[in-house]
């Protein structure tokens, strides 16, 4: 086929989106087809001819519908692609094939609708001014998780006093909830074990059991939230539950002495695991003032610079959300078939997170191409070799478990921190005091 005689029209339909138009004269759909059907002869198998030597008005008889669709198949598929490449086009999603088949002695004309990367010209990310909070770790804060640390270490033991429920009590309940009326299984349980205070249950459920006693038949009235995630159809509903308190225990927790210290190989001292406690909350510090400081840029560079999220990156990124939210609810024990029931909602919940998402990657990735900042190889195996030492892997082992998506996603996130950093070396950047933070806080 003389590619030169196809004529391809492009339209760009939105920055985001080009439309391809086909124009392919008869002759060379003819051609095709003929070749189409030299390769059903050599093939095809009907009854009174050998292979090779099926007349071609028999073949048409036979395979006339195959041979068309084949055709077509061809036609499109190589003039696709052979378009994107002549015209330069970098098409981000499947295209929308419309055609409406061959007919005789007619020039045959399809289209090609795809997305493509919107073209950025970043702008603002220069000379930014910006503000961040002090590196300081405070005494409230270290004494808060060594009372974490401690709390991993508590037993539970059975209350055996006659005393009432308090915060931080972990009891077994039977309940059963009713709402319009109705009795939902998914609203029963027996032997539940709730820890008070966790906030496991809907809001105001827990703050009820407080003050009760062991044996106690307890009624609780409760509103569903607005949006109450697990189950759409009860959200903003008013339901009773009736409680029945079986069993109840506390956690008693160790001294925080140098004989709590031999829980650990690696502390011989007190002092040595504080002192450990006070560089972890700082690098969880840094941690954090880096995703505010992202943060703060990201949103200052989506106001400065306008522009489309290709739809089916969006999608695919809705996709993403939707899986981890399953994910975590079944984690937590949740029916997988009540999980399918109300994930219908999440699409639209999603949708404008998922939208930013996509934009901030491109923007991030824009300013990158334009600064010339990249990902080289040594970043990204020292990168991997965080991760093992992070999950106390072998090296080899991670690097050879990791797929080339995930690649893609480790050289991400480090050219975006790279960027962030850039942009951050180039605003004036003021240090603000670190808010004060209450011992209630720190725990």
């Known amino acids: 086929m003389d590619e030169n005689t196809v004529a391809v029209k492009v339209e760009e339909i939105s920055p985001v989106k080009k439309k391809l138009l086909f124009d392919v004269p008869w002759e060379d759909v003819k051609r095709e087809r003929d070749t189409?059907?030299?390769?059903?002869s050599r093939t095809a198998k009907i009854k009174g001819f050998r292979k090779g030597k099926i007349p071609r008005k028999i073949l048409e008889l036979h395979y006339k519908k195959h041979a068309e669709e084949e055709t077509v198949s061809s036609l499109v598929s190589r003039l696709y692609w052979d378009a994107l490449k002549e015209h330069d086009i970098r098409a981000i999603s499947q295209p929308e094939i419309e055609q409406q088949g061959i007919e005789e002695e007619k020039d045959f004309s399809f289209s090609a609708t795809v997305e493509v990367e919107p073209q950025i010209d970043p702008q603002g990310y220069l000379d930014m001014t910006l503000s961040k909070e002090e590196q300081t770790v405070t005494e409230d804060e270290v004494d808060g998780r060594l009372e974490?640390?401690?709390?991993?270490?508590?037993?539970?033991?059975e209350v055996t006093e006659d005393r009432e429920i308090r915060k931080g009590d972990f009891v077994t309940i039977d309940f059963e909830g009713f709402i319009d009326g109705q009795n939902p299984e998914e609203m029963k349980r027996n032997d539940y074990f709730l820890e008070i205070g966790s906030n496991t249950m809907v809001p105001g459920f827990e703050d009820q059991l407080l003050g009760e006693k062991v044996g106690t038949i307890k009624e609780i009235?409760?509103?569903?939230?607005?949006?109450?995630?697990?189950?759409?159809?009860?959200?903003g509903k008013d339901a009773t539950f009736n409680v029945t308190?079986?069993?109840?225990?506390?956690?008693k927790l160790p001294e925080l002495d140098e004989n709590f210290v031999k829980n650990f190989d690696k502390y011989e001292s007190l002092d040595d695991l504080k002192e450990d406690v006070r560089k972890s909350l700082f690098e969880d510090h840094k941690r954090k003032t880096e995703a505010d400081m992202s943060k703060k840029i990201m949103d200052k560079l989506l106001e400065m610079n306008d522009f489309d999220a290709p739809s089916s990156y969006v999608e695919r990124q809705?996709?993403?959300m939707?899986?981890?939210?399953?994910k975590r609810l079944i984690t937590t024990g949740m029916d997988p078939a009540m999980i399918d029931q109300v994930s219908a909602s999440w699409h639209d919940k999603y949708k404008d997170e998922a939208t930013r998402i996509v934009k901030s990657s491109l923007l991030l990735k824009s300013i990158a191409q334009k600064e010339s900042i990249d990902v080289t190889d040594e970043e990204f195996e020292e990168r991997l070799r965080e991760i093992a030492r992070q999950y106390s892997q072998d090296y080899?082992?991670?690097?050879?478990?990791?797929?080339?998506?995930?690649?893609?996603n480790v050289r991400n996130d480090i050219l975006n921190k790279k960027v962030f950093d850039f942009i951050?070396?180039?605003?004036?950047?003021?240090?603000?005091e670190k808010e004060k933070t209450s011992p209630e806080e720190a725990n």
Do not use: W
Request: glycine share 2%.
């Open 318 to 320: 809705i996709f993403f």
């Open 424 to 432: 951050e070396s180039k605003a004036s950047v003021s240090i603000i």
């Open 148 to 157: 974490d640390i401690r709390k991993m270490f508590g037993t539970l033991e």
């Open 221 to 235: 009235k409760i509103i569903f939230p607005e949006n109450y995630q697990i189950n759409s159809n009860v959200a």
């Open 36 to 40: 189409i059907y030299r390769n059903f």
């Open 322 to 326: 939707m899986m981890e939210a399953r």
């Open 396 to 408: 080899e082992k991670i690097k050879d478990s990791f797929n080339e998506d995930m690649k893609e």
């Open 245 to 251: 308190i079986k069993n109840l225990k506390e956690k």
